[in-house]
């Protein structure tokens, strides 16, 4: 099956293709990089309430048909990327009928190997139900194929497996007029997700781009970005917007590296309260 990109964005492809039928597209080992953060299955996934159910879809499968077809996604993921790549998937834990459900069902039958669990935490939540304590933070996974061969930037090694950014950051961005998507990666996580793990020119999948924010990283730091958006109509203009914006917060790294000129050992500032 072959289907025409519906948008290309300063060489950022675009379809608007349910991504399942979009990875019929790829042949086997033909990305370097996958990241993406598929939908929650938690109902009422678009913000204007007016439009749960547009263009048919609720985000509200039933829990086994949800979960067998992220498997069904994350096998896709495996065949068509290349050895040395790498493949962030970012998921959170589900509160339903009250109980948490953690995203730990994704490692079962997984083909990759889970090459580090990242925490992406963040200060603050639109989930401020006083029945617990508010939720904070959510998972990235980042799965490799091959232990030996996997491509990663060292430098970003100093950035450590805690992700502190907020997710609000630059939602401004993915949004026009009453048209919000609900649910953007900030521009910073994209960032740390495929500049730690990537070269210039290699090619970069997002399977669920809602806002586009992986081709945006895509475009401003030279890599081949493919993205699939089943509900594309739905976010048109927002996508342009985004992978067109060249506005970008200090990356995890910079900030890292900005913070290591400050003489700051916590373990000088822990001896004055032991003294
Ligand atoms: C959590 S959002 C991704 C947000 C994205 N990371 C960003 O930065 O904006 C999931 C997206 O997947 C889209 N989607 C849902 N089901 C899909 C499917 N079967 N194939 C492709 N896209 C789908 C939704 O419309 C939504 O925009």
Not at 130 to 135: C, T
Not at 149 to 176: C, M, P, Q
Not at 236 to 253: C, M, N, T, Y
């Amino acid at each position: 099956m072959t289907v025409e990109p519906v948008a290309i964005i300063d060489g950022q492809k675009i379809y608007e293709v349910d991504c399942i039928e979009g990875f019929k597209m790829l042949g086997d080992e033909a990305v370097d990089h996958i990241s993406t953060s598929p939908p929650y299955n938690l109902g009422g996934f678009h913000s204007d309430r007016k439009k749960r159910n547009y263009a048919g879809y609720s985000d509200r499968m039933e829990e086994r048909e949800y979960q067998l077809f992220i498997k069904q996604f994350i096998q896709h993921c495996f065949r068509v990327l290349k050895p040395h790549g790498s493949f962030f998937l970012n998921m959170k834990t589900r509160i339903i009928d009250g109980v948490a459900k953690p995203p730990y069902w994704i490692l079962d039958g997984n083909p990759f190997h889970l090459k580090e669990d990242i925490i992406w935490h963040y200060p603050s939540t639109a989930n401020v139900d006083l029945v617990r304590f508010f939720p904070l933070f959510e998972y990235v996974f980042w799965f490799i194929k091959d232990v030996k061969k996997f491509k990663f930037n060292k430098e970003w090694a100093i950035v450590g497996n805690v992700w502190y950014i907020s997710h609000i950051t630059d939602r401004d961005e993915t949004k026009l007029g009453d048209n919000q998507h609900p649910a953007p990666f900030p521009t910073q996580l994209s960032q740390a997700m495929v500049l730690s793990t990537t070269s210039e020119g290699d090619t970069v999948l997002d399977p669920f781009v809602g806002s586009g924010t992986t081709l945006k990283v895509c475009r401003a730091f030279k890599r081949n970005g493919i993205g699939f958006e089943k509900y594309y109509t739905n976010y048109k203009e927002i996508i342009e917007k985004r992978v067109r914006s060249d506005a970008f917060e200090p990356s995890l790294l910079d900030i890292k590296l900005e913070k290591k000129t400050v003489p700051s050992n916590p373990l000088n500032t822990l001896d004055k309260y032991l003294k």
